[in-house]
């Protein structure tokens, strides 16, 4: 058994340094690579591939795994999850053939530059018949990986949380149609005017980077272990928690875009770093599923960077930094604005009561490519048309509407659901936290230090050792229920709208 | 043969894609790695290492390699010269245990941030227990690749510029020391008073980026292939044609550091960007010779940078950006600023004539070092007289002396000799470039266009399909003569300092 652990070891290390490799590259591609180099990037990054698929899918370590998986309960915890996960990993593998996995790869590479140009020049046109590669490949995929109890885009959803399915999404999201959209409906009845004039003036770039850079510190971010840069999107990447990385992207005339996708990666970026480093050398050292991680950025985007507490701490800094611009906004009038509900074209720009509409949206299209009703060639049209039924305002340019994501670029169908599912989850999450931390104290005195330290203990440190939910239920002693998400959505919106 | 051929190719693609992830990790690391990160990084470097080794050194390669060499009449001229270099190497990596080279590795993989660190606390003991291995490293490699007609300290030089040898080199250096020290001499005692007062001055540090980025177009570097970055110590680092970067660092207080380190690594970064583009997949797609390399980079820097007519095209540019530093700083006055000659501590800022000392010093302490006479923990010490016998003046910290080069942290003994050789290239190909190209005119009209493209023909395009000594040879028409390299010092500085 000592020697199995240890062979194993071995194969795991090799693989991560194949997947450290692929991290770089991305990295690279996504925040600096010259445009022209990256056709001979997809060669290397096709071998590389190769390389790790060949390791993977190799006798040796399938009958590691194998071998392990059978003994699982003479294994450590932390080991035996992680043989559980490879066991499961393995035989989604192997049901796809290596050339497919492979031209898929190297499909990846090129991708997001492609969509990048795309989405620059605005034309749906220039990114379809990659998209059309993309899903194609995808639907062959999910014939490969269907099995009784889990056909079509079930598949897909599984990929990002495991268990989770069409049936469970389509409750979840009825309630919240059930009773968001109703209130939503008063909300835009109301009387309140709420002040956007300066929220269009030009603010310098060069003065948001340092604004974000002071956020940085405001949330505890350890500089030592990672680093923030600029992409076209913003996101999150991490190899264990001594490297965590994330991107932001600045717009001069949309000032609080950069402020709210800086501290929603942050949410992600803390979770990463606070994972035990003892997990570093595991394949569960990283967050536990898609909507854990969303739970954490978007707790932190939302309910604690757009409460009026954080901006009672940090508005001056903010004034300070552009006196011309918000000289004569008031602290409350500059709440009223981060919390304004409308409806509006770009979904990370969305706020809190609109947003699940706007991943609603993609789980439809998504559900239509995968159940055939739709082709890729309509995805433009079929955007724009569920876009006004359910905003009521017409998409006005590609790079607005079904160019705005990176996901779908980097081949991420399933993905998107995830995202409401932890909205949901940080609201639970939240309610709970309030018993046992003074938030508004910790949060006025210009840090996030009690909030990381308990997220650390109850959510974080764990990795992915254990099952999403099972982390859920042992944080906070009850099982995922969406009900805390209306209840809190209803009772802040109340208070702001005053209805 | 057809068939030995596609298989070489094969698993040559298989270790440019391992060279290529080893290319993205050291960009990283030099530029902006979190600190934190480096110690896992460097088991993922060791395993990739490994892979790389393990493949280089498989029977299947060496047999390919040795049947491809025996008949390699019948190869077309670029893989023939591709496979003359790949039996060298094979040679040379299997007289290193496996072992040894990967420890190798992975200690490069972190000796330049702890290098980058101990340079920052000024502190020679701080890096002096990592030399120490990285020497004794070297000096065991030394003795595995001795050979009856190579031995010692050759077998290093030979690893840099082929067939290079100590005695060559003294001979050199002796020229020099002959005809170019009792002319220094006469500058120091000229009564030319050069003006310096304000490049001591405070000059913004974006504002140099900014110039460095207009220096970008002047010369021509293709954006789309390539980038600007920063990191402790310049350098220029490429993958093939497509894929060309290098870095700058910018100092406050030493505005034309940046400057002219910029125009030295464009100069090799042209290189790399104008080799031909279908070597891209081959191995002789990069410079043919660190001295090579160092030609263009130096002939970029000295002979067109700091050239009158650069500045009358450029200074107006550089005076707008520092308005108030430069008002009243007159060309002539900002031309003989740079182009003045004295003894200083920085090899990357010394002038033109002063460098080749620079040179000698490391020559001599490598020499030192590997013949015995020399142990690491003396370096600093050693360093320190050895410039005040050349200079005249103390070292005044180990920032400005023993640590001031990245090129020992990275194991490059053998390398610097390989500087002034480049000089004397660069002064060869500039006498006979000026007989064909109106040099002063190109500059004149904000461009080098006309002499990147003779560089292009003459020099650039062939990569390393032939050796560098040919490629002078084919370029000029005749053999590497230093004479060039002392007259044309002495003509340029007769005139500034009129002498």
Redo the contacts between chains.
């Keep these: 058994m000592e020697t199995t652990i240890k062979e194993y070891e071995l194969i795991r290390?090799?693989l991560?340094?194949?997947n450290?490799?692929m991290y770089?590259?991305s990295?690279?591609s996504a925040t600096?690579?010259?445009?022209?180099?990256f056709?001979?990037?997809g060669?290397?990054v096709?071998?590389?591939s190769e390389?790790a698929y060949l390791l993977q899918t190799s006798k040796d370590y399938l009958e590691l795994v194998n071998e392990l998986n059978e003994n699982k309960d003479k294994l450590d915890p932390v080991l035996k999850h992680e043989i559980e996960l490879a066991k499961k990993e393995n035989d989604r593998t192997l049901k796809i053939p290596m050339n497919e996995y492979i031209e898929f790869q190297v499909l990846m590479s090129q991708s997001q530059e492609i969509w990048a140009k795309a989405k620059n020049n605005n034309s749906f046109e220039d990114f379809y018949p990659t998209l059309e590669k993309i899903v194609s490949m995808q639907r062959k995929f999910i014939k490969y990986l269907e099995e009784d109890n889990m056909k079509g885009y079930n598949v897909l959803l599984d990929m990002y949380e495991p268990k989770m399915t069409v049936d469970t999404l389509d409750d979840f999201f009825g309630l919240l149609k059930e009773r968001l959209v109703p209130f939503f409906k008063k909300i835009q009845e109301s009387n309140i005017n709420i002040r956007t004039d300066f929220a269009k003036l030009g603010f310098d770039i060069q003065k948001q980077k340092e604004f974000c850079d002071y956020l940085i510190d405001v949330l505890g971010f350890?500089?030592?272990?990672?680093?923030m840069?600029e992409s076209e999107h913003p996101f999150t990447s991490g190899?264990?928690s001594?490297?965590?990385?994330f991107t932001v992207h600045y717009y001069e005339h949309d000032f609080t875009s950069s402020i709210f996708s800086c501290i929603h990666e942050l949410g992600h970026a803390l979770y990463e770093q606070q994972i035990d480093p003892v997990l570093?050398?595991t394949n569960v050292g990283g967050g536990a599923s898609m909507s854990l991680h969303e739970s954490q950025s978007r707790l932190y985007e939302n309910m604690l960077g757009r409460s009026h507490e954080f901006w009672e701490a940090h508005y001056p800094k903010l004034q300070s930094l552009f006196n011309e611009q918000l000289k004569d906004v008031s602290l409350d009038e500059f709440h009223m604005f981060i919390n304004r509900v409308e409806a509006s074209f770009i979904r990370t720009e969305a706020d809190e009561l609109t947003y699940p509409l706007h991943i609603m949206l993609r789980f439809d299209l998504e559900r239509a490519l995968f159940d055939g009703d739709l082709e890729v060639k309509d995805l433009e049209n079929a955007w724009n048309e569920k876009f006004y039924d359910y905003f009521g305002i017409e998409v006005e340019s590609a790079k607005k509407g079904v160019l705005q994501d990176i996901h779908w670029a980097g081949g991420m169908f399933g993905y998107f659901p995830t995202y409401a599912l932890g909205s949901a989850y940080s609201a639970q999450l939240y309610y709970h936290l309030e018993k046992e931390v003074d938030i508004k104290q910790t949060l006025l005195s210009k840090t996030t230090k009690s909030i990381n330290e308990w997220m650390k203990n109850k959510i974080h440190l764990v990795g992915s050792t254990m099952y999403p939910k099972d982390i859920i239920q042992k944080a906070i002693n009850e099982e995922f229920n969406p009900e805390y998400y209306v209840n809190y959505l209803i009772n802040k919106y109340s208070k702001i709208y005053n209805i």
């Design positions: 290390k090799k991560k340094a194949y450290y490799a770089m590259i990295w690279d600096e690579a010259p445009k022209g180099s056709e001979d990037r060669k290397y096709g071998v590389l390389q350890d500089r030592n272990h990672g680093l840069k190899f264990g001594n490297d965590v990385r570093n050398d």
